[in-house]
Structures are given as structure tokens and as C-alpha cells.
């Protein structure tokens, strides 16, 4: 079946700095890539939205220069949590959509960010 | 109303009941329908994925789907306690655009 990988699986990092994740498709190509933050039992809530080659769109409430998406090629989408502060802490979880046409998302296993 | 409704439980069931987890939908634009299972600190995973009404086996799991009634059901037979895992449904609409809208999550716990 299809494979999304999510790097880091886990990150500490500190307050003001940047973290970078990063969502690989493996073994199919994705024209778009979606990001999702997910509290303690809690459903996913979407943040952005990412097509290959163009901007990001964002839901509202989400601060676009805050997390930064970039979607390089069909097989990457990265996510950067920029200035982090605690309260960004959370778990991250990429989805990724195949070019066949209905194809089912298929998630990363998700980053969980702790920020101190 | 929310698009789609699904009871977040916690629905607890003994080794070897059958589970039944539904969830309800309000916007008949959705035309794909999945669920997924969660394990804690982990990303969902896909399970089943329909489009039409009916159903849908794959070994102990049976999606149904019906779009008269707006509303789908996965069924578990024999369950086992590594199915304990929060079970999300999800539908898409390609109408105004690709959108995904997940339901709550079912907490689901198998009892040995």
C-alpha cells in the first residue's frame, strides 16, 4: 500500500527556535500534501493545504508565517514551526493524496513537538 | 451542525464481540468514504475506503455506506485487543474543491 514517511517521529526543541518537518511520499507521487495538528484525544484539525509548486493554503486561524510550507516536488512537503513557543506544542501529522483520480489520503505517523 | 457527527465513545467490548462504529453526515456532496484506525502517538491509518452504498468486506472489517440515510458504519468481527485504537471516519466532497472532513474518533477498547 501506499507509504507516507514523516521525519522527525519527535522533537524537543526551545522556545524561539525553528523546526523543520519534513513528509515524504515513498512510493507514489502526491500532487498535494495536507498538514493536520492533533490534540490529546482529539480528531485532526487541518491546517494548510499544499500543492506541488505552489503557495500553501492555510485555514483560518492558522498563521501562515508561523508555519512556513513548502511542497518542492511531488514527493516532499516540509513544514516549519518558526519561533516555536510552548504553546505550539503539539502532534503533527502530514497526509498525502495520489494523482490517481479518488485516491484515498494516506498519513505520516505523525511529529510530536514539545516545545520547552 | 457539523458535517459529520461520529459518538467519540469510549465504547469498551469483550475478545470476540462484534463492534459496530457509525457516523453520520449532513452533506450529500460526499461521494468517498473512509475509515481509518489510530493508534495513540501514531498517524491514522487507512482501514477501508468506499464510494458507493453497500458494503464492503476486507478479512474482519465491513465498511457500509448508506447515501439514502447519510450514514456509514464499520463493523469489526471477532475483536481482538490490538484493535483497541481510536477509529475515525472520514468522507470527501469534490464540490468547491477537494475537501476531507474527519469524524471525532471512536475510542474502541478490546477487552482480553
Known amino acids: 500500500g501506499a507509504v507516507v514517511s514523516q521525519h522527525p517521529s519527535w522533537v524537543i526543541c526551545k522556545s524561539g527556535t525553528s523546526v523543520k518537518i519534513e513528509c515524504r511520499s515513498l512510493d507514489f507521487q502526491a500532487t498535494t500534501m495536507f498538514w493536520y495538528r492533533q490534540f490529546p484525544k482529539q480528531s485532526l484539525m487541518l491546517m494548510a493545504t499544499?500543492?506541488?509548486?505552489?503557495?500553501?493554503?492555510?485555514e483560518q486561524g492558522v498563521e501562515k508565517d508561523k508555519f512556513l510550507i513548502n511542497h518542492a516536488s511531488l514527493t516532499l512537503s516540509t513544514l516549519t514551526v518558526t519561533s516555536a513557543h510552548p504553546e505550539d506544542s503539539s502532534f503533527y501529522i502530514c497526509?498525502?493524496?495520489?494523482?490517481?483520480?479518488?485516491?484515498?489520503?494516506?498519513f505520516g505517523n505523525g511529529t510530536r513537538l514539545t516545545v520547552t | 451542525q457539523k458535517e459529520v457527527e461520529q459518538d467519540p465513545g469510549p465504547l469498551s467490548v469483550p475478545e470476540g464481540a462484534i463492534v459496530s462504529l457509525n457516523c453520520t453526515y449532513s452533506n450529500s456532496a460526499f461521494q468517498y468514504f473512509m475509515w481509518y484506525r489510530q493508534y495513540s502517538r501514531k498517524g491514522p491509518e487507512l482501514l477501508m475506503y468506499?464510494?458507493?452504498?453497500g458494503n464492503k468486506e476486507d478479512g474482519r472489517f465491513t465498511a457500509q455506506v448508506d447515501k439514502s440515510s447519510k450514514y456509514i458504519s464499520l463493523f469489526i468481527r471477532d475483536s481482538q485487543p490490538s484493535d483497541s485504537a481510536t477509529y475515525l471516519c472520514a468522507m470527501t466532497r469534490n464540490t468547491g474543491g477537494f475537501k476531507t472532513i474527519f469524524g471525532a474518533g471512536t475510542r474502541l477498547f478490546v477487552k482480553a
Open positions: 468506499t464510494y458507493s452504498s
Open positions: 499544499s500543492n506541488e509548486g505552489s503557495k500553501a493554503t492555510y
Open positions: 497526509s498525502a493524496l495520489g494523482q490517481a483520480l479518488n485516491s484515498p489520503l494516506h
